[in-house]
């Protein structure tokens, strides 16, 4: 009995308090884990002195539609959006705003040529998304998971 090495008894409590403990960690760190980000998603980005940290569904249609112009705060908003012919356009409208590139199109088309709107400002890469998100206040875009910098925030969607 000498050489027996003392066993460890871990109880229902010192169990429980290891589960809260791994969830309480998974909750308290959500944005600096890089596996959260899937490299394949589509994320909503924003310029990085940009309060806002969510927004919802209709409001997220609403600025790409070029009908919400202003933040909570009153500060204008910037809208960046790729070429039509972009595959990441292309899946942004489908999978973040629920419609065929072609339709959000013929909405802004028809703001620019009734005089009512304007079309947001198309630009040609993903690296000139992220310059121009990061330059300018109150810009919103949008970015693969795998082209996320820290030059831009992710705006949650609800």
Not at 47 to 76: C, K, V, Y
């Amino acid at each position: 009995m000498k050489n027996q090495v003392p066993i460890l008894k871990i109880t229902r409590n010192h169990a429980a308090l290891a589960i809260l403990l791994c969830f309480w960690a998974d909750r308290a760190l959500p944005d600096s884990l890089p596996n959260k980000i899937n490299p394949n998603g589509i994320y909503v980005v924003v310029n990085s002195a940009n309060p806002q940290r969510n927004i919802s569904q209709t409001g997220l249609n609403a600025i790409f539609n070029m009908r919400l112009r202003h933040w909570n705060d009153e500060s204008p908003i910037t809208v960046y959006v790729l070429q039509d012919e972009d595959p990441l356009h292309k899946t942004f409208c489908k999978q973040k705003l629920h419609v065929f590139p072609h339709q959000i199109r013929k909405g802004w088309n028809r703001q620019v040529f009734s005089g009512t709107g304007q079309a947001p400002l198309a630009i040609e890469t993903k690296e000139d998304m992220i310059k121009r998100i990061r330059e300018t206040p109150g810009a919103i875009g949008y970015l693969s998971g795998k082209d996320l910098t820290a030059d831009v925030k992710i705006l949650d969607i609800e």
